[in-house]
């Protein structure tokens, strides 16, 4: 027989004596050296252990990485500042906890989020160690391991753990939703041009098979409220409205639409919300349970920061019995989410890293984020809209736009302008979609600096 030890982490769910002797040893002796003491307030200080605990337990040796402080930012760091102007702050959280490229200025942050030093850290480690464990590791620990993940990404959201799935992207988890929404012939689905295309692209394909009709209406590039958006949706409702697509942040010019005043409007006449918080999750505060959006899909590969090949749905927990399931499964119970969530073999180290992923963005905090990613926005755009070559197509409000805004210029292709950025400026943006002139997105992040944002200016200024 086998009788070599094994080396599983324990499938505990609650820290176990010895690891909390480990955890206390290990306090000690920074203490001791007094390195702890600088680095953790006493509040810290007791999320450090329960972070150890669970670090401990839910991820055995790769998430263990916690608990030593590799993957966490240092609080000497978060103590100093973090105003949105704060240059010297912002340096040090790109230059500490980021590799970038300097050969360019990503301005594309959009299309997904770097992950953190530390977090890049722990994928790797737990890339290595999945393939060493292997089979093992899949069959024997990772049920355990990916329900404690799940919980914790709950815990996140602010809703119950049977509410969400995790995905491979927000694309999935919105397909998923679309495609197993209990729609009925005649049906319609309201959406706009500033909406997802794969999203549009799936619904149409419901209109094609005969099971739906699209509504589509053009959305103003520039509302001044959020009444003023509400009042829109509400004008293009009909009386065969079941669905109507919500994007809470536009990939195309980063419109914010209020979806919990949407969303409320829509129920008082009996009609559904489809969410997709893609771009949400990360970039702005919001409390999921709050939205009063019954269907939700989300990115952690985006603004969380999470390594590519994790996402969320979350199906408020009352509507998942009316939802068909995508990927064929019939041993799951009608009001059991994971009949939603039968896709086969699942990116292991992805899931495991989602810990990490999140305890950083936490530690960054999304309010300090949201601000910051506002002000680098704001700065470029009240630039450029005094020159009238440059149209700004995004709503300037804290409210209605953060990182995302997108311009054009008159009389030029926008493809020809994304060109241009890069190859003379080395500036990366994009061009996206938008009527007949299109525009460019311009997406900086925590890690971009004002500098950036002036060289973004002069650029732009020198093509016009
Ligand atoms: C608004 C919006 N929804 C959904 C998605 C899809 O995300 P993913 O490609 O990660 O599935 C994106 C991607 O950019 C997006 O911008």
């Given at each position: 027989m086998h009788t070599r030890r094994s080396v599983l982490p324990k499938p505990t769910t609650a820290p176990s004596i010895q690891n909390l002797f480990l955890i206390h040893s290990i306090l000690l002796f920074f203490t001791k050296t007094g390195s702890l003491k600088t680095r953790l307030m006493p509040q810290d200080r007791k999320e450090f252990i329960k972070q150890a605990g669970a670090g401990l337990v839910l991820a055995g040796l790769p998430g263990w990485a916690r608990a030593d402080n590799t993957t966490l930012m240092d609080i000497k760091d978060l103590e100093q500042g973090g105003a949105p102007d704060d240059e010297k702050f912002w340096k040090q959280v790109a230059r500490k906890y980021y590799d970038i490229a300097d050969d360019y200025i990503n301005l594309e942050n959009g299309y997904y989020g770097l992950q953190s030093k530390p977090v890049l850290q722990a994928y790797l480690k737990n890339i290595e160690y999945v393939n060493k464990e292997s089979i093992r590791f899949a069959r024997k620990v990772y049920p355990e391991r990916s329900a404690a993940i799940k919980k914790e990404l709950a815990a996140f959201l602010k809703?119950?753990?049977?509410e969400i799935i995790i995905t491979r992207n927000a694309t999935e988890a919105l397909n998923i939703a679309i495609q197993g929404y209990p729609f009925r012939n005649g049906d319609e689905v309201l959406l706009n041009q500033l909406d997802y295309f794969s999203m549009i692209e799936c619904f149409r394909m419901l209109e094609k098979r005969g099971q739906i009709k699209v509504n589509a209406f053009d959305m103003p590039l520039q509302p001044t409220t959020e009444d003023e958006i509400v009042e829109i949706y509400r004008k293009n409702i009909t009386d065969k409205t079941k669905v109507i697509l919500l994007t809470?942040?536009?990939?195309?010019?980063g419109l914010i639409v209020p979806v919990t005043k949407i969303a409320a409007m829509a129920r008082q006449k009996g009609i559904d919300t489809i969410t997709d918080s893609a771009h949400a999750l990360g970039q702005i505060p919001f409390s999921l349970p709050e939205l009063g959006a019954d269907f939700v899909g989300m990115n952690l590969h985006k603004w969380i920061g999470n390594p590519i090949g994790a996402g969320v749905l979350y199906v408020k927990k009352e509507r998942i019995k009316e939802m068909s399931s995508l990927f064929g499964d019939v041993a799951n119970a009608a009001d059991n989410i994971n009949k939603l969530a039968h896709f086969g073999t699942t990116p292991f180290a992805v899931v495991m890293t989602i810990p990490d992923s999140l305890a950083f963005h936490r530690q960054l905090g999304v309010e300090r984020i949201t601000e910051r990613l506002h002000y680098l926005k704001n700065y470029w755009i009240t630039e450029l809209k005094q020159d009238s070559k440059v149209e700004i197509v995004?709503?300037?409000?804290k409210e209605l736009s953060c990182a995302i805004a997108s311009f054009r210029i008159k009389d030029r292709k926008s493809p020809d302008i994304a060109d241009a950025l890069l190859k003379q400026h080395s500036i990366l943006t994009t061009a996206r979609s938008l009527g007949k002139e299109g525009c460019i997105r311009v997406t900086p992040s925590v890690y971009t600096s004002l500098e950036d944002m002036k060289k973004l200016v002069t650029g732009i200024r020198n093509l016009v």
């Open positions: 809703v119950a753990d049977e809470h942040v536009s990939n195309i010019n995004t709503p300037p409000a």
